[in-house]
Nanobody
Framework: QVQLVESGGGLVQPGGSLRLSCAAS????????MYWYRQAPGKERVMVAL???????IYADSAKGRFTISRDNARNTIYLQMNSLKSEDTAVYYC???????????????WGQGTQVTVSS
Protein backbone atom coordinates (compact mmCIF):
# COMPACT_ATOMS: atom_id res chain seq x y z
CA GLN A 1 0.00 0.00 0.00
CA VAL A 2 1.30 3.41 -1.00
CA GLN A 3 1.05 6.32 1.43
CA LEU A 4 1.73 10.00 0.80
CA VAL A 5 2.08 12.18 3.86
CA GLU A 6 2.19 15.96 3.54
CA SER A 7 3.27 18.50 6.11
CA GLY A 8 4.21 22.14 6.44
CA GLY A 9 0.98 24.01 5.86
CA GLY A 10 -0.28 26.77 8.09
CA LEU A 11 -1.18 30.43 8.42
CA VAL A 12 1.22 33.02 7.01
CA GLN A 13 1.01 36.73 6.32
CA PRO A 14 1.13 38.09 2.77
CA GLY A 15 4.72 38.25 1.58
CA GLY A 16 5.74 35.42 3.85
CA SER A 17 7.11 31.96 3.10
CA LEU A 18 6.20 28.35 3.77
CA ARG A 19 7.81 25.04 2.90
CA LEU A 20 5.66 22.00 2.23
CA SER A 21 6.91 18.42 2.33
CA CYS A 22 5.47 15.20 0.94
CA ALA A 23 6.91 11.75 1.59
CA ALA A 24 5.85 8.66 -0.36
CA SER A 25 6.20 5.24 1.25
CA UNK A 26 5.33 1.67 0.42
CA UNK A 27 6.83 -1.77 -0.03
CA UNK A 28 8.98 -2.26 -3.15
CA UNK A 29 7.97 1.19 -4.32
CA UNK A 30 9.21 2.90 -7.48
CA UNK A 31 8.29 6.56 -7.76
CA UNK A 32 8.17 8.42 -11.05
CA UNK A 33 6.88 11.98 -11.41
CA MET A 34 5.68 13.85 -8.32
CA TYR A 35 3.39 16.86 -8.24
CA TRP A 36 1.93 19.57 -6.08
CA TYR A 37 -1.66 20.57 -6.73
CA ARG A 38 -3.89 23.02 -4.92
CA GLN A 39 -7.61 23.54 -4.53
CA ALA A 40 -9.09 26.82 -3.39
CA PRO A 41 -12.63 26.97 -1.95
CA GLY A 42 -15.21 26.61 -4.70
CA LYS A 43 -12.59 26.00 -7.37
CA GLU A 44 -11.15 23.01 -9.19
CA ARG A 45 -7.94 21.32 -8.18
CA VAL A 46 -5.08 22.63 -10.33
CA MET A 47 -1.45 21.69 -10.78
CA VAL A 48 1.11 23.97 -9.16
CA ALA A 49 4.39 22.23 -9.97
CA LEU A 50 5.85 18.96 -11.18
CA UNK A 51 9.24 17.33 -10.66
CA UNK A 52 10.34 14.27 -12.60
CA UNK A 53 12.49 11.52 -11.11
CA UNK A 54 15.35 13.05 -13.13
CA UNK A 55 14.85 16.43 -11.51
CA UNK A 56 13.13 18.23 -14.36
CA UNK A 57 10.54 20.77 -13.24
CA ILE A 58 7.43 22.43 -14.63
CA TYR A 59 5.50 25.24 -12.95
CA ALA A 60 2.09 26.78 -13.35
CA ASP A 61 2.25 30.43 -14.34
CA SER A 62 0.96 31.40 -10.90
CA ALA A 63 3.97 29.70 -9.27
CA LYS A 64 6.79 30.81 -11.56
CA GLY A 65 9.37 32.97 -9.83
CA ARG A 66 7.89 32.45 -6.37
CA PHE A 67 7.68 28.69 -5.77
CA THR A 68 10.42 26.08 -6.05
CA ILE A 69 9.79 22.35 -6.20
CA SER A 70 12.60 19.99 -5.26
CA ARG A 71 13.06 16.30 -4.66
CA ASP A 72 15.05 13.87 -2.55
CA ASN A 73 14.93 10.57 -4.42
CA ALA A 74 16.60 8.63 -1.59
CA ARG A 75 13.65 9.54 0.65
CA ASN A 76 10.93 9.62 -2.04
CA THR A 77 10.19 13.10 -0.77
CA ILE A 78 9.35 16.33 -2.51
CA TYR A 79 9.27 19.86 -1.22
CA LEU A 80 7.56 23.05 -2.25
CA GLN A 81 9.26 26.25 -1.12
CA MET A 82 6.72 29.04 -1.41
CA ASN A 83 7.92 32.64 -1.18
CA SER A 84 6.19 36.00 -1.60
CA LEU A 85 2.88 34.40 -0.72
CA LYS A 86 -0.34 36.14 -1.69
CA SER A 87 -3.89 35.81 -0.43
CA GLU A 88 -4.81 34.05 -3.67
CA ASP A 89 -2.38 31.25 -2.77
CA THR A 90 -4.78 30.23 0.00
CA ALA A 91 -5.84 26.65 -0.72
CA VAL A 92 -5.51 23.04 0.31
CA TYR A 93 -2.27 21.77 -1.21
CA TYR A 94 -2.12 18.15 -2.33
CA CYS A 95 0.80 15.96 -3.28
CA UNK A 96 0.50 13.40 -6.07
CA UNK A 97 2.95 10.67 -6.99
CA UNK A 98 3.01 8.34 -9.98
CA UNK A 99 4.18 4.99 -8.60
CA UNK A 100 4.45 1.31 -9.23
CA UNK A 101 5.92 -1.61 -7.35
CA UNK A 102 8.86 -3.73 -8.46
CA UNK A 103 6.53 -6.65 -9.29
CA UNK A 104 4.15 -4.64 -11.47
CA UNK A 105 4.54 -2.72 -14.72
CA UNK A 106 1.44 -0.63 -14.10
CA UNK A 107 1.84 3.00 -12.99
CA UNK A 108 -0.83 4.47 -10.73
CA UNK A 109 -1.57 7.91 -9.29
CA UNK A 110 -1.59 8.31 -5.52
CA TRP A 111 -2.69 11.37 -3.56
CA GLY A 112 -1.91 12.74 -0.16
CA GLN A 113 -4.55 13.93 2.29
CA GLY A 114 -3.83 17.62 1.69
CA THR A 115 -2.44 20.40 3.86
CA GLN A 116 -4.10 23.78 4.36
CA VAL A 117 -2.22 26.94 3.44
CA THR A 118 -3.83 30.21 4.48
CA VAL A 119 -2.32 33.55 3.52
CA SER A 120 -3.90 36.32 5.54
CA SER A 121 -2.99 39.33 7.63
Amino acid sequence: QVQLVESGGGLVQPGGSLRLSCAASGRSLIVNDMYWYRQAPGKERVMVALVTNGGGTIYADSAKGRFTISRDNARNTIYLQMNSLKSEDTAVYYCKAVCRTTHSSRWNDYWGQGTQVTVSS
